[in-house]
């Protein structure tokens, strides 16, 4: 075979021409569209009419002679590039429907169950949206940032807690008394200071009270007793202890210095709130909070103990001077006037500490224990013995002279 264009030799079969592309064989005639009748439309819903139907097998409505007719136009054929042609149907028109007639609009009427449809599918569309606007609020209320953070960067701010929040512990008040256990115990010119470690008694928040009775006791009796301001040193709940001086000044401890230091740690401590001041006068010593003096009777009753537990501790040394000459230096009672004053149990154990501060040996005695004073008729008397040693009395009224005392302030003396 030859190409018809450039008489090029081609092989039987082939379609086009090998050197110049002429098509061998020509396209084939396009097959005309052959139109269909024209379908009958429902003017209630739309719906395709089958001929002979009366009544629309969509939504029920009668045919009648209300239905009208309506031309699809046929597809246009569209043609392939090559020798052979394929037509492809155009794509039929959509035909919205026209209802006319009274209490009618223009446009689709819509059926109850379409409607329906609608209604469900807008009450889902809310919901999901609701769904996320929460999701969204409350994602962004957990992990918001301070305006202008960037890079992934969270916010030193914390979002402000709402009215009801509660408090910090710090901010909270504890009433209950705190629990507390002495450490130490040290002299002073004018006392003693106990260092006491304070826990709070409260699970949460801070112990800050006026008038708190803060007793120190041994075996059951009161060795010290005073009250404090703990407003100026809180103790806050959620720590390990803390750590306060407590200024005992003459007068509001009933132990020698030496024994309250040494026996320290078996001593216990009591805590009270609410106490009631003997007066508004208070005692402090540098750094240590400072102490207001507990009611008298208590005091005198703490005293009167201590006197009894003194006389009792000093009876061994005071058997030493049954051969050997000592020297007197004072001799009270309680109810004793003298010196300007009327004496308690409480003057008379101040006046023992305050001398054993200048003469460390010094002794309480009871007069009625010992021979020398049974012999002349004293008995019932609270003595204080310098406990300083002498050969003869001769040296011991030198040594009372020495000291600045008279002979009437300055006695010597033997027990036996």
Partial sequence: ?????????????????NKCGHPLIEPMPTTPQVTKPSPVFCLNCGAVITPGNRFCEQCGVPVGNDTQPRTVP??????????????????????????TGAGRTAGRSLSTPVIAAIVAAAVVVVAVAAFLI??????????????????????SQSAPKSNGADKSDAAKTCTSAPEGKVDTIKSTGD?????????????????????????????????????FDFTKEPITSGRSGRTIELSYPFGSYWRPVDHLTSASSGIDVKVATGATPASDSTFGVG???????????????????????????????????????????????????????????QDIYEQY?????????????????????????????YVLLSGERFPDTGSASSWCAAQGMSKDDCIPVDLQ
């Fill in 134 to 155: 929460i999701r969204f609020v409350g994602s962004r209320d957990a992990g918001a940032t301070a305006p202008g953070a960037s890079n992934g960067a969270t916010s």
């Fill in 353 to 381: 500490l305050t001398t054993k501060a200048k003469y460390p040996n010094t002794l309480l005695v009871d007069s009625s224990d010992w021979p020398t004073y049974r012999n002349t008729g004293t008995t019932g008397w």
């Fill in 191 to 227: 006392g003693v200071i106990a260092s006491v470690k304070f826990t709070s008694g409260c699970d949460a928040g801070t112990f800050s009270s006026k008038d708190v009775r803060v007793t120190l006791t041994e075996d059951g009796a009161t060795v010290a007793d005073a009250i």
């Fill in 287 to 345: 750094s240590a909070l400072a102490a207001a003096p507990v009611p008298d009777a208590d005091a005198n009753g703490a005293a009167q103990t201590a006197i009894q537990w003194q006389i009792a501790n000093d009876r061994n040394a005071a058997n030493g001077f049954m051969t050997t000459i000592t020297t007197q230096l004072s001799s009270k009672r309680d109810g004793l006037d003298a010196e300007g004053k009327t004496w308690h149990y």
């Fill in 74 to 99: 046929a597809a246009q054929p569209t043609p392939v590039a090559g020798p052979e042609s394929v037509v492809e149907p155009a794509p039929a028109p959509h035909v919205t429907p026209v209802v």
């Fill in 1 to 17: 075979m030859n190409c018809p264009n450039c008489g090029a030799a081609c092989d039987n079969g082939d379609r086009f021409c």
